[in-house]
């Protein structure tokens, strides 16, 4: 059993060792590529990657959406900006079954505010307008299974 003064002793050492693992970490022109703290026998151990093995990351390039054919009874399309469905999945209009629906034709969203739920695999993803404006179309039906960028909901 541990007496408080060595408790003490032993939160004073894990403070340092931290705060030296940290000013190691930030005086690198990269970020570490390993770190090790031990407490009790009291080491730092930080390691870098050299020059010639780091090779630099380059962030992928955004892949832009697959355009979703909208179906039409014949009719031209509702102009305004289109709100997509942000993943696979089944598209609800109301929090939970019963419920008044998120958004209705003829509201008024704001940025950010949530218009939907798509459920992809038993993940509820909440689907939030990226623009202000008046709802013009629904697009989708609650319910109705959608796919990555298919449009949801016309704004104006």
Known sequence: MT????????NA??????????ALAQSGTQPPSRIRVEAAGVVVELGWASAEAAAPVVAPEPVAPTPVP?????TAPTPGHRLTAPTVGVFYRSP??????????GDH???GQQVGIVEAMKLMIPVEADRGGP???LLCGDGESV???????VLG
Do not use: I, K
């Open 13 to 22: 050492v894990l403070a340092t060792l931290r705060e030296n693992a940290v």
């Open 135 to 137: 709802v013009l179309e």
């Open 109 to 111: 969203v704001q940025p």
């Open 96 to 105: 939970e079954p019963g419920a008044p629906p998120f958004v209705a034709v």
């Open 147 to 153: 796919e990555f960028g298919q449009p949801l909901m």
């Open 70 to 74: 909208v179906p039409t009874n014949g």
């Open 3 to 10: 007496s408080t003064a060595e408790s003490t002793d032993l």
